[in-house]
């Protein structure tokens, strides 16, 4: 079974505090008192159990209120933002590290957070601060109900071989681009001549890994250019 702990804030809240001043700077127009719960889904535990997680771990009793599995029910608007099925969640994984500290395993943990609107915000505003403010499309979901499950299961895919040393510029640029791989036609062909000097074509995998690791996030490009200063170039600092 799956439990519910939902832990909320007995004085101000600062998250939905923070969210309504952003939608003003960001989106134009005041939302009104916006609400958040910290949502916690815990499978393989007795409701005892979680109980004594949200005691011990997720609820600072100063600040804080929990329930677990009595979720209120009332008349305003709410997006729960949680990551998708097999998205990695930190938080979550911390949790579950935690719970075996106080001899208590859980199967798996996720996190999510409700931010909870008034009822007489128009659909579409909450739309916009949905899809502009709060979720990351690729790797997050306005949860609607509670999973059944947190376990992930499933047959894994077959593997592709990409046939980089047979590939046009045109067919490199086009791959970069469905698979949103992130990597310029210079990088791409980088990749060719290297699958030509090892006479062998790359995984679907292997190209993710390239990618990956030729991002921005990782290698730094766009902050790695040459700095020139009235004219002469400095030393890279990267």
């Known amino acids: 079974a799956i439990h519910e702990i939902d832990v909320r804030h007995k004085y101000r809240d600062v998250k ?22 910290e949502r916690y889904f815990v499978e393989g535990t007795t409701e005892e159990e979680a109980r004594t997680l949200a005691d011990e771990l997720l609820a600072n009793p100063v600040i804080q ?19 998708k099925p097999g998205v990695m969640d930190p938080e979550g994984k911390a949790i579950k590290e ?39 499309p690729t790797v997050q979901q306005d949860l609607k109900e509670k999973p059944e499950t947190l376990i992930i299961s499933g047959e894994p895919e077959s593997v592709r071989i990409i046939p980089f040393r047979s590939m046009s510029e045109e067919d490199l640029v086009e791959l970069s681009e469905r698979e949103k791989l992130g990597l310029n036609l210079e990088e791409m062909l980088v990749i060719k001549r290297h699958a030509i000097e090892t006479d062998r074509d790359f995984t679907d995998v292997e190209t993710g ?21 009235d004219g002469a170039q400095k030393p890279s600092v990267m």
């Not at 929990?66 to 997006?79: A, C, G, L, Y």
Request: proline residues 3%; negative net charge.
């Open 98 to 136: 935690a719970a075996e500290i106080l001899n208590i395993h859980p199967e798996a943990v996720a996190t999510s957070t409700e931010y909870s609107f008034s009822s007489n915000l128009p659909d579409e505003q909450i739309e916009e601060i949905k899809n502009r403010l709060l979720i990351n």
């Open 209 to 229: 890994v390239f990618a990956q690791t030729w991002s921005d996030h990782n290698k730094h490009k766009s902050t790695n250019a040459d700095i020139y200063i």
């Open 16 to 37: 939905g505090d923070g969210l309504r001043g952003e939608v003003k700077r960001t989106l134009g127009f005041d939302t009104g008192d916006i609400k958040t719960t």
């Open 65 to 83: 209120i929990f329930s677990v599995n009595e979720t209120p029910q009332d008349s305003r608007k709410k997006v729960v933002v949680a990551y």
